[in-house]
């Protein structure tokens, strides 16, 4: 059985950072380009980062360019979001996705309030 589990959400004040990971298992992420995407409240899911399976291609909206980091550890089948300088408009479920097979993780919910 395929599961993407996400982590690393929480509570944060503007200007503050957060680390989100998106772990793997039954499913070896290796030869796949994985992405995070978010859902704000009451808007539709957007695309939020890529990166390709060596890792060393990325691409990312144009909201987050210069303050979130994709990365990825193949031998952890695992995929991270570093997040920097957090801005109130950053609140959504953050969720990582295998394109490929449109697999999906269930979310982690980031907050940045004051």
């Known amino acids: 059985q395929v599961q993407l589990v996400e982590s690393g959400g929480g509570l944060v004040q503007p200007g503050g950072s957060l680390r989100l990971s998106c772990a793997a298992s039954g499913f070896i992420l290796s030869p796949y380009s994985m992405a995070w995407y978010r859902q704000a409240p009451g808007k539709e899911r957007e695309f939020v980062a890529t990166i390709d399976p060596t890792g060393r291609r990325t691409n990312y909206a144009d909201s987050v360019k210069g303050r979130f980091k994709i990365s990825r550890d193949n031998a952890k089948n695992s995929v991270y979001l570093q997040m920097n300088s957090l801005e109130p408009e950053d609140t959504a479920v953050y969720s990582c996705?295998?394109?490929?097979?449109?697999?999906w993780g269930q979310g982690t919910q980031v907050t940045v309030s004051s």
């Open positions: 996705r295998i394109p490929l097979r449109d697999y």
